[in-house]
Structure formats: C-alpha cells, structure tokens
C-alpha cells in the first residue's frame, strides 16, 4: 500500500522545525513526512476492518507536526512511525478486498477501541474525547488515527479502524461533504456551550466558519444577541458572513465591535463588559490574549484552535473572573448531528482542493497558505488509485 | 480695490483648473463651450485699527445699552465663544476671540466684575486642547482664567449642569448650559466665518444639549433646509432656531452678542497660488503648484496632514459689531454677503468641487469618508442662495482621496458608524430611525466627548444629516481619485479620472451637459439667478 509515513527522525523534524518557521507547510519539504510503498498492517484484533480511504482532509494540527511547531505534551500520545489523516472518508474492504460501504471514521482511540475493560469513568459516560487511556491498552499510544502506528491514517490507500468508530455516510453526502463531518462534529462539540448570549468566534480558518455553521445550523433559535466572527481573508469574510455571521471583522477591529454591541466602556485596551461567550478557533497566544481582552467578566474563553506554548497576561482572568475552557474532539453523538449541520450548509463546498498522496508538498503548501490563497479545506484524493 | 468675484466662462484658451484633492492638488481640463468657474470675490480690505473697532463696537452697540452700562459688580458673567470648528485653517494669532475677549475683559476688569466664567461653545464638537484653546484665546487669558476653573468647554451631557429655558410653540425645548442661564449678562463672541453661522445658533447650539439640538438636526429637518448659506425663511433648521432664540430672548438670561466676519485671505504665502485665478498664475505660482505638488506626492499622508493643519491663514477681520443678537447679526450677515457673494446666471446640470483637506469637523486630524461626504454635500454644495448652483437630479463630481482612514481620538463614532451603519443604510432618515439613539446614548462615546477630545457619539449622524439635502437634490454624486471601496460605501460613484467623471455622468445628465466649477475655498456664496 501507498502512505505517507511520518517518523521519529530528530535531524530531519529540527530541520522541518526552522523551514516551517520560514515558510508554513515547508516542512514537507525537509522534515520526517514521506511517500513510502509498505505492506499492509496488521489487524489488532479480528474484530478491526480495513479501509480504504477516498478522501483525507488535512488539518491544523497535523500542519503543527509536520512543520514540527506541535506541542511536546503529545510525545506519549503518539507512537512513531505513523500515517497523518484523522478526517477520513473511506470504503470498508471486505474480506474479498471489494470495497464496501461508505464511512467517516471517528478517530478517536478510546478504551473500546483499546480493548480496555471496563472502560474508563469518560468512555462510559460517552465521552471518548477525554478518555483516559489513549496511550495504554493493547497496541501502541495514539490519542487519534492518524498519529498511532498501528492503525495508519488517512493519507493513504488503507488503514485500520475498530468498527465503533465508523460511522455510516448518507448516499446524499458526496465524498467532499463526508470529508468534512469529522471537523464539524468538533465544531458541533464547541457550538454545544452556546448560549444565545453575544457570542465571538476568533478566526475563520476551517474550524472557526465550521463552528459558525454548527451554532447557526442547530441553535439559531436561542440567538439573543449577534455572533462576531474575525477574519483575515476576503473569501472567510465572505463565508462567515454567508454562514451567518452578524458582523465579520478583522482581529483589529474587534474590540470597537464587541465594544459597541456589548455597550462597554474601555480602560486601557480591556473592555469593561464584552461578549459572555469567546470561541477562540485559533489558539495563538495573540488569540488567546484578544480573548481575554473582549471576554465579559464572568465570561468563558473556549479554545478550539489546538495551542501550543503561549505567553499570556492573565491578569485580567484573575480580575474578572473569566475562564479559559479547553474544547477537544467530539463524541459518538456530535457526529450525527455533524452530519445534519454538513447537509444543512452545503458544506462540501469548503473542499477548496485536493491533491494526490504523491503531490504531498503541494497539497500541504496549500493548506498552511489556505486563507491567503481563497481557500479552506484541502484534502488528499485517493479515489484514483 | 478688490475685485468682486467672477464667473469664467471655459473656452479652448482657458487653461486648466485648479482641484483641491485633499492634502494636494490636481489640475483639471474642463470642457470648452459648456464649462465654467466661479471664482470668489478678492478679499476686502481688512479693518485698519481692529482694537479701536473692537472697542468702538462695545462701546456702541446696535440696539442695545454699551457694554460698560451692562456690568456692574457682584454680577454673574458668562463669556461663551464660537470652538476651534472655524475659522479654517486657523487664524494666524491674534485670533479674533483674543482680541474682543481681552477688550471685554479691560471693560469687565473696569466695572469691578469678578464672577467671569468663559465658556467653549462646542454643542456636540469635540474639546479643544489646551493647544487649541491658547490660540484662539492667547496665553495671558488661558493661564488667567483656566487654572482657576473659570475657563472650560461646554458639557452637553452633564445634566447637572444644563437648564432648560423654555419651549417653543413648535414645542422644541431650549436646553442650554447652567452657568449661562444663570447668568446675568452672557456675552458671546462669534466668528462669522459663513452665513449659517452666528445669529441666536450661536448659543442654541453651541451652548446647548443634544435633547435641544435633536429638534433641529435631524434628517427632516436639513431636508427641509434648502438654502442653508441664503435667506433665512428657506432653512428649516435657522427657522426652528430663531423660534429657540425666541425663547432666549424672552425667557433667558440678557444676551451681549459680539460678531466678526472675515476676508477670503485664508492661506498663508506659500499657499498664495490657491487664491488666485489660474490664468494670472506667475512663473513663480506655476513652479511652486508643480513643486508643492510634487513634493506632497512624495510625502507620507501622516506629515503631509502635519504640514496642512500646521498652516495659519490671515483672516483679516472686516467687521467687528456688538449688541442685540438679531439686529447684530443682520449687519454681519451684510458684511459676509460682501465678501462671499457672486451672481451666477442660473442651474448647472454637473458641478464640480475640490474637497480640502479640511472641514469644521477635522481641525487638526483626519478628513475622514464621511466627512468627505458632509464637507461636499453638506457644505460645499449649499454655498449658494436661492437655488441650488445644480439643477435637482444634476451631478456632483467632488475630488478627493477619500482614504478610509479616522482619527481615533477625535472620531471613535465615526469610525463604527462607517462600519456599521452605513453597511446597513446611506439613508438620513433610515439611520436616524434605526441607529441614532444607540450612539446618542452610548456611554462610551458619551465619556470620551466629556473627558477626552472625541466628537459625541451622534455626531457622524449630524454630519451625514448635513448633506441630506444635497443627497435628495443630486441625481448622482462621484468622486473622482478615492478609494473605491470607500466611496461605494458612501453611497457614490468612483471614478479614476476627471474625464471618467463626465463620462459616467453623461448617463444621467447627457453628454452635451453644462458644467460649474466651485472654485473653493477660498469661500464663496453663489447668487444663483
């Protein structure tokens, strides 16, 4: 099989490290990631399937690795080497080798998929997102497909999967909607906390228009007061606004709006109220600080956007009150209604463009300049081969 | 002798016409046969002894008791006089309020009068700063009177400190500050740089709250003010301020008025080129237009604004005349008429205007787009009497850059009313009616215009509201040179180049369409026939 293997090489991810501090995406380039033909792998166990993906989306947090910016924290939750690709849509191979039905994966590696028994205190409730033994059970740590070595990934023309993480796709769905569940049911997760209140949502990369459609799709009726959404790009402006957005701006304009919808007064560059409710869909710490700066006292940060080291005044969080909340992954529930939320918008239509597994360098030179270049989600195609 | 102002008609000979393009300048070819110009009268002469006037008009007022009858120790005396909005550019010092103010003060100190409280009449402006009010008043007054509290700026949101006078039987309500309606004698000291101003708008606007002000400026209102600079019966808004004056007078506190009016001596030597007809430029003009010009190309827009606002004009005074406010202010409307007015021979179908780099409401910061917009529609285009200089459904074609760039400090209103309100609509009485109140009262906007140096919240309301007229008249309005985006946010047609202008309005108006340049400023009032 055909895959693009990510390994463990230090020389190789300190080069990928200085090249995509130069130029995001260039990473591909000179760091570890590369095109290599293998056998296939191993079933875990018999009860796992084999896949064959027809569309990998690629995502920020798997340009972080490759541009070797991703955060420390997650060296024990991922074992080398391994397939990148967790936004899969693929067929189920049969014991023939045919391709079967069609699936989304959900990649979550949680204690079912684990074999772990009993499940851990989260996976009972239902939330895989915060299981707690994504680096244990019986094969190698890996928080998702597409960071663990025994599972593969997406970007590739087959990987595994544990049958509890496939999720049906409606005959409805082309394959560029279906590619796109798997991030909104992340965007469903975030639009959970949503209150009706004014409501900011900082960025309008992929996450942060699918995290707009997720609150307008499913909860428009509780919309009390406008939802902000910053973003750089001329065609993200145009989305958001398409998608529902109350008022697109820019990061510097930001505080004037949520100033004047909130009727807040300013000391020094704080708001004295703001908006109850901030979805940070970036999670820089210049995000993360205009966050802070527009959060109403009282008031929630979410960070969706992956962060990775930060600096941070917190002073304000401490005088007003405020908490940051993290927002990870998704549950079994947020798939389906993703798939509500993916018909609803249309959202195929944010498959800008796809490449083959051997135009890697490309593909990810697109994604790390997507905003800039009118686009928002590019994805491996691997229906040809 | 002067010479009166003068009407040119274009031919093949004429050559090409100064523009005002903001902070620069544009020479434009206009179309022989169908164009022409109106040049404002040569400044008058200015007053020899200007103190002696000064003194002369205290000491003899129209209609009234002199100044000196008027004091008398224990009393309560509030001088108010006109904000930095005027004269433009600024005076080169002394400025006129200096001079009536310190001959007022010798007269004051000479009653024995301690109580003197002096007043910024700003109604909704912005405060000066300190740099601002030591021009306009000199140093010996400022350190005088402002470290003792008794020279400040007029607060139109503290409540505290406002009275209401009286109502009309139009039932608009005068509502001015408390010290001077308390006051036993208020003096007030005005620059008629234009005929809108002075008269009883002095005070009912300058001194008053933005309750009292909301009667008059409002989109109905200025609608209906179809000769802003002409007679007085033809303004609605001059109509519902003579009714408040009406109630000052009957009901307020005594009112001493004291007028000037000014010579169309605006710009300083190197700028001298800007006052003149082009035909008579010297060697010297033209090497300096090409020179200014050339260089103001080169120079960033920060430095470029540094070295416009830094200019001081001659300004010289004309007239100086004190008494009863009406019979006062009849006698300067005279003298401004003198200076500004020219006969013109009928409606245009295009006029034309250079939009300068400054308007009442930028002293000293940014022309803003919606400034842009008051300063063309709201101003320029109402410098007539009678009728409009274009016909209604005619074009106007203004020049100017019209960057999208604000003061922040000056114009944090204006800034969210650009973004906000006119992506929503360009209509006066649409956004009177859905968004005015939300930035009348926002409490941030209402600290910055108490404490800081910001325009009140509504005020961008009150400049669009200013050129509602001329919005409901024109049949279309272009801009020629601005930012495109900007000017489509305005409501208005950009266009690259002057020729591109009269193409684009060829659609409406035709191709053969006569055409009027306003050669302002210099300032100038068309008596149109």
Known sequence: ?385 | MPRPGFVLEVDRSTPSILFWRGENFSLEKLPAGRSRVIYPPEPLDAIKDIDGAIRHALLNPIDQDPLPALLFPGMKLTIAFDDVSLPLPKMERPDNRQRVIEAVLDLVAEAGVDDVHLIAALGLHRRMHEYELRHALGDRIYDAFHSRGMLYQHDAEDHDNLAVIGTTDHGEVLEINKRAAESDLVIYVNINSVSMDGGWKSITTGLASYRCLSFHHNPETLENTRSLMGHRHHSALHTSVWRLGKVLKDHGPKIFQIETTLNTDMFPKPFEFINKREWEWTAKDRATFLGTTKALNRTPIKLARKIFHGMEGPHQMTSVQAGETEAVHKLTLEHVYKQQLVEVQGQTDILTMGIPFVSPYNPDGVMNPVLVMCMGLGYLFNMYRNKPLVREGGVIIMTHPTYRDFNPVHHPSYIDFFEQVLTDTTSPAEMSRKWEKQYAEDEWYKHLYRTGNAYHGVHPFYAWYWGAHGLQHAGKVIIVGGDAPTVRRLGFTPASTMDDAFEIASDVVGRNATITHLHVPALLVADVQ
């Open chain 1, 1 to 385: 099989m055909s895959r693009l293997v990510f390994s463990r090489k230090p020389a190789k991810f300190a080069m990928a490290r200085i090249a995509g501090a130069i130029m995001p995406g260039a990473g591909a380039h000179v760091g570890p990631l590369a095109l290599q033909s293998d056998e296939s792998l191993p079933l875990p166990t018999p009860d796992w399937v084999r896949l064959r993906p027809r569309l990998s989306g690629i995502c920020g947090s798997d340009l972080s690795l490759i541009d070797g910016s991703a955060s420390a924290y997650f060296d024990p939750l991922v074992s080398y080497p391994f397939t990148p690709g967790h936004e899969v849509v693929a067929n189920v191979l049969g014991a023939d080798g045919k391709p079967g039905k069609r699936v989304v994966v959900v990649p979550v590696l949680s204690c079912v998929t684990r074999g772990v028994s009993p499940v851990c205190p989260a996976c009972a409730t239902g939330q895989i997102n915060l299981c707690e033994r994504v680096a244990f059970g019986h094969f190698e740590p890996g928080l998702q497909t597409g960071f663990c070595a025994d599972t593969g990934g997406g970007w590739s023309n087959e990987m595994l999967a544990h049958p509890s993480q496939l999720v049906h796709v409606p005959d409805d769905l082309t394959d560029e909607a279906a590619v796109l569940i798997e991030p909104t049911a992340c965007a469903v997760h975030a639009a959970a906390r949503y209150t009706g209140e004014q409501t900011v949502i900082i960025g309008a990369g992929t996450l942060g228009l699918l995290t707009l459609a997720s609150i307008t799709a499913t909860r428009d009726a509780q919309r009390k007061a406008p939802i902000i959404v910053t973003a750089r790009y001329a065609e993200q402006k145009r989305l958001a606004k398409e998608l529902g957005a109350d008022i697109v701006c820019t990061t510097d304009e930001l505080p004037r709006h949520v100033r004047s919808a909130s009727k807040s007064l300013v000391f020094g560059e704080q708001l004295t109220c703001g908006a109850p409710h901030v979805i940070d869909c970036v999670g820089s710490s210049d995000s993360l600080q205009q966050a802070l700066q527009v959060v109403a006292p009282g008031g929630e940060v979410q960070v969706v956007g992956m962060p990775s080291n930060v600096s941070l005044e917190l002073t304000s969080l401490w005088h007003r009150e405020t908490a940051i909340r993290g927002c990870y992954a998704y549950t079994h529930a947020d798939f389906t209604t993703a798939i509500d939320v993916v018909r609803r918008h249309d959202l195929g239509r944010l498959v800008s463009a796809t490449y083959s597994l051997k135009d890697y360098t490309d593909a990810i030179a697109h994604a790390a300049a997507s905003g800039r270049r009118g686009a928002v989600k590019i994805a491996f195609d691997m229906r040809g081969n």
